[in-house]
């Protein structure tokens, strides 16, 4: 219709370049110079250290051949591998059915269980694990459960994984699965098709894409995740551990860019096919399609019920396990109640400054970052000509999300420590773990703008510039009023993940700087696992009330600023 | 519009809010000292030091023997420490032969025994405060569990009744791992040594991060026996840990907490207030107060729930040897033990 030939117009009509576009371009290249700062120089250097030597002598590959000749080294490829697919089918499989529970089933407490699946988003990986010691340690209340093998290893590391990452594929396959077109149920149904057919013939090929990049999520976000395996790995080593060792433990940055390239090249692979499906994913809900609406079946609905309560309950006692222990004096010998594992001034990593650091980072990476994000979507999206710059500023959004969040951490390292950087001042500093926080979250908070801007007409842009009304304006009264939920959205997101994060910023916190998640780490790194779950208690908690907080403002803006969506 | 306006004064007061910056503290000297030693230590010797200086303020960074010693490494190029305070020696001599610090005798150096400070450079790059000293934590109720005998020496350790109840630090990752091992191969020479390992490897769990993990991992019942160190099992046994702390009869290895200042420091007379501060007795009782050997002889007191005799149990420690041999013991200890998973290769 008519926007699409405002979009071909730029093309086949030389479009003026107005003082207005200059503007435009102006923040778009700030933006775009930003990404370059945040994300390409720093990997450049992180890069280039792979082939040097200790001096920075170039070396070409000898850092990559010692590399795969070290057996102690080369393992981790295969045991990262062999973990994050099995892990990854779990996941799935759980997700899968947990998703087909919420929203092709009458059960009952459906928002429940969909609330208490997001659970595990508000925590530390490191969290899932420390509860699982408790569960399933050698003193864990649950060992006999295990038939005498060990928590600490693959087991332990399959289980904390499929915890952690068990909300962020359910919320893919549920997306997948609520875009159904219930004729196609009816024509299965009047065909013949018994429930099993339909299933394999309707189901599955209609969320079959939603299903592979749910599967490419869970496997990037676990062969890249560092706290399950820190805290029960035992002896079973993984790419992402062994970046941490060779830095941490030997003073070997050379090996850790060159375990961190390795560990780029499964997420890049699994990011780009993720891009190549998604490019065939044709909509499958046209304007004439019928929401599928689920018919209650007694049996049906209670064994869904029942499944879902299983993996409820065992997200619930995770969280519960944690806030157990974080309150018990001395486990297992001495179980009396104490707060005292809340003090702590006296332990590793920062103390109560520590959580104080991560709220303050978290909510400048939730400010800034929604604006920025928000900004360059919008730019990207709605800006005219420079087609080139926005091409490129398209590539460079994507990035982030390839990169590991140790690999961007060593990264930040390399490039802003250099004496010769001017930004130099930066480092050790609240502001460059924002920064960092917000270019390994850049990626998604992006996307999410972009669907939501991709649902405003270009015809306010067209009318307004007809108007003569500056685009700046359009986006100050339209386009930001009407996008609040997403924006709402993506600042829930940054904070959410910024208090969590760990990988990333473990290699840049200072004195002054130290924080909450990292703490947990340290903590349990010291062996104080109470309260190391404590701290992970509080960041949860915090996340938690955010989110609330969040629901509520959606909630009342929502009535005020998309009262248009109704008629 | 008013929405918008809302918005806005919300975001703008909560920014107000957030506050960037620390304040406060202006006219005192901010001396940035990186530290591996204990949290629960650092606020007691930070008041002590600061009673004394009153315009100094101390700034920890604190992380274990691993991480700051990587810190500082990383930070080769372009040092933000002021001076180091409270690291293993071998980690200092290390980063000294990197030309990371610069020689200072503190006033009062001479009080000190010689064999705790740098004997190669005068005026000593780096100088000893208090020796951290290797032990064995062992859990009686898991013990009895399992009915374990109590070990007296490393050689008990490689007993088969111990397979699969012993953990010790990774020394890829852990001051103290590398503590053990090179004091394993002072002892017994390099190739017996190697083959100590070989059956010790035999009989261990798991190999940690963490030097102080394996005995809070004891103290908890995680495993009935924990390769660590003094500190850490007197610390959790006074803490109500049901475990015995072990000076294996052959001899411990130990390491010297230790401070050296970094070459291009901007407060090099704060700096050198610390180090003076350092070696006064003042600073040696408090020292002793959790450890049992510190650099000024004559001080010490016994610690409640160290092993008895652990003095006369310490090896005689070559820090220039293990300082020279620390990346190739670490990669040969690596390619023999790191994957528990793999055959083992000879």
């Known amino acids: ?567 | 519009m008013k929405l918008i306006k809302q918005l806005t004064t919300v975001a703008a007061s909560g920014l107000m809010v957030l506050g960037l910056g620390a304040g406060g503290a202006f006219a005192k000297t901010n001396l940035l000292v990186y530290t591996a030693i204990e949290a629960d230590e650092l606020s007691m010797f930070k008041k002590a030091f600061e009673a004394d200086y009153p315009d100094i303020n101390i700034k920890w960074v604190r992380d274990s023997t691993g991480i700051v010693t990587s810190k500082l490494m990383a930070e080769k190029a372009n040092p933000k420490a002021d001076i180091v305070w409270g690291l293993a020696a071998t980690s200092l001599m290390m980063l000294g032969n990197e030309g990371y610090f610069q020689g200072y005798a503190p006033k009062g150096l001479d009080k000190l025994d010689k064999l705790y400070y740098d004997q190669v450079n005068n005026p000593p790059q780096w100088v000893g405060q208090r020796a951290w000293i290797a032990s064995v934590c062992f859990n009686t109720v898991e013990a009895g569990k399992y009915k374990l005998p109590l070990p007296t020496s490393w050689a008990d350790l490689t007993k088969p009744v111990y397979k699969g109840h012993v953990i010790m630090p990774n020394p890829n990752s852990s001051g103290t791992g590398f503590l053990d091992v090179s004091s394993w191969i002072q002892l017994m020479g390099e190739e017996k040594a190697w083959k100590y390992m070989d059956a010790l490897h035999t009989n261990i769990a798991r190999y940690t991060h963490s030097g102080s993990k394996p005995c809070k991992l004891a103290a908890r019942g995680e495993i009935p026996i924990g390769i660590s160190f003094a500190y850490r099992g007197a610390k959790s046994k006074n803490a109500g840990a049901p475990i015995e702390i072990i000076a294996p009869i052959e001899g411990i290895g130990w390491d010297l907490e230790s401070f050296a200042i970094v070459k291009n420091t901007k407060n090099l007379k704060a700096a050198r207030a610390l180090a003076d501060w350092s070696v006064t007795k003042k600073a040696m009782v408090i020292y002793n107060r959790e450890y049992a050997v510190v650099a000024m002889p004559g001080i010490a007191k016994p610690v409640k729930n160290f092993p008895p005799g652990i003095l006369s149990k310490m090896i005689k420690n070559d820090f220039a040897w293990a300082a020279k041999n620390r990346i190739r013991i670490l990669n040969k200890w690596r390619d023999r033990y790191d994957a528990k998973s793999e055959p083992k290769k000879k």
């Open chain 1, 1 to 567: 219709m008519v926007p699409a030939v405002a979009h071909a117009a730029p093309a086949v009509v030389r479009h003026k370049v107005s003082s207005e576009d200059w503007i435009m371009r102006g923040v778009l290249g700030a933006i775009a110079l930003y990404l370059l700062v945040a994300i390409v120089l720093p990997l450049y250097a992180l890069l280039s250290k792979g082939f040097q030597d200790r001096d920075g002598n170039f070396t070409g590959l000898d850092n990559f051949t010692e590399f795969f000749t070290t057996p102690a080294l080369s393992q981790s490829v295969a045991n990262s591998l062999t973990i994050s697919s099995i892990s990854t089918v779990i996941v799935v499989s759980l997700a899968f059915v947990y998703a087909y529970a919420l929203t092709r089933s009458c059960m009952a407490f459906k928002n429940l269980f969909k609330g208490i699946a997001l659970i595990p988003i508000l925590m530390p990986s490191l969290l899932p694990a420390i509860s699982l010691i408790f569960m399933f340690g050698k003193q864990g209340f649950l060992t006999f459960l295990l038939f005498g093998n060990e928590i600490y290893g693959p087991i332990g590391i399959v289980m904390g994984e499929v915890i952690y990452v068990f909300p962020h594929v359910l919320m893919i396959i549920m997306i997948a699965m609520s875009m159904s077109d219930a004729r196609l149920y009816e024509a299965s149904q009047s065909l013949g098709a018994g429930p099993v057919r339909t299933f394999f013939t309707v189901t599955l090929p209609g969320i079959r894409y939603g299903l592979v990049s749910a599967g490419f999520v869970a496997f990037t976000l676990i062969i890249t995740d560092f706290g399950v395996p820190k805290v029960v790995g035992g002896q079973y080593n993984v790419l992402a551990t062994d970046v941490y060792k060779q830095v941490v433990g030997r003073q070997d940055f050379e090996m850790g860019a060159v375990v961190s390239m390795v560990l780029l090249v499964p997420a890049i692979i699994a990011f780009a096919a993720d891009r190549i499906l998604q490019r065939k994913q044709v909509a499958i809900l046209t304007a004439r399609a019928v929401p599928y609406a689920p018919t209650p079946s007694p049996r049906f609905d209670a064994i869904m019920t029942a499944f879902c309560a299983l993996v409820g309950i065992v997200i619930v006692g995770i969280l519960g396990v944690a806030m157990f222990a974080s309150l018990v004096k001395f486990w297992p010998y001495n179980l009396s109640l104490t707060l005292a594992h809340y003090d702590f001034s006296l332990r590793d990593g920062g103390g109560w400054d520590s959580y104080i650091n991560s709220v303050k980072m978290a909510s400048w990476t939730a400010v800034i970052g929604t604006c920025v994000i928000f900004t360059g979507a919008y730019l990207v999206e709605k800006s005219k000509g420079f087609l080139a710059g926005r091409a490129a500023m398209q590539f460079l959004v994507m990035m982030p999300m390839a990169v590991p969040g140790l690999s961007l951490g060593l990264a930040y390292i390399f490039f802003f420590n250099h004496p010769d950087n001017p930004l130099n001042f930066l480092y050790h500093t609240l502001p460059i773990l924002v920064i960092c926080t917000i270019t390994h979250f850049y990626t998604v908070s992006h996307l999410t703008a972009i669907t939501a801007l991709k649902q405003i007409d270009n015809e306010f842009e067209s009318v307004s510039a007809s108007l003569k009304v500056p685009f700046y304006k359009t986006f100050w009264r339209v386009t930001v009023p009407i996008c609040v939920p997403a924006i709402l959205d993506i600042s829930m997101y940054l904070f959410v993940n910024a208090m969590t994060t760990v990988s990333a910023v473990v290699f840049l916190y200072s004195p002054d700087t130290a924080l909450a998640s990292v703490a947990v780490l340290n903590m349990d790194d010291a062996g104080e696992q109470a309260s190391a779950a404590a701290m992970g208690v509080m960041i949860v908690l915090t996340a938690g009330a955010a989110r609330l907080l969040h629901a509520v403002l959606t909630r009342g803006l929502a009535r005020r600023t998309q009262a248009w969506r109704k008629r």
